[in-house]
């Protein structure tokens, strides 16, 4: 083979070797956009997903704050409920006493049931 031959055979094995180059540079372009998209998507999908979070956060401190709020209101509540029971049973032992009180009385003064008038 001559001179000529062999440099124009090697020219066009170097022609296709540098299209295969171009061609990997081209694909490895690709995939560093669509990378740099996918990068950009997963940033603002955190994003979105940090105001989310903050934004339980948020709903959580304020139920929380609406839950002590309340057990206080019941622990009023249920101390008022006693109090009121307690004093309801001291009128209780009064009207019995009452009651006791005034039968004895009309037992005293010979007065019956059938005499005084019914509620």
Do not use: F
């Not at 440099?7 to 490895?28: G, I, K, N, P």
């Not at 057990?71 to 307690?86: D, H, W, Y």
């Amino acid at each position: 083979m001559s001179e000529m031959e062999e440099l124009r055979r090697r020219l066009e094995a170097l022609e296709a070797r540098v299209d295969e180059v171009v061609e990997q540079q081209a694909a490895t372009r690709h995939l560093a956009v669509n990378s740099d998209r996918d990068v950009a998507a997963l940033q603002e999908q955190r994003r979105a997903d940090m105001q989310l979070l903050q934004a339980l956060r948020t709903t959580q401190i304020e139920h929380g704050k609406t839950l002590r709020e309340l057990g206080t209101t019941a622990g009023v509540l249920l101390t008022g409920q006693i109090e009121l029971a307690r004093v309801q049973d001291k009128h209780t032992e009064k009207l019995d006493s009452l009651t006791m009180s005034v039968d004895a009385i009309l037992r005293h003064l010979g007065i019956t049931d059938s005499q005084y008038p019914e509620d």
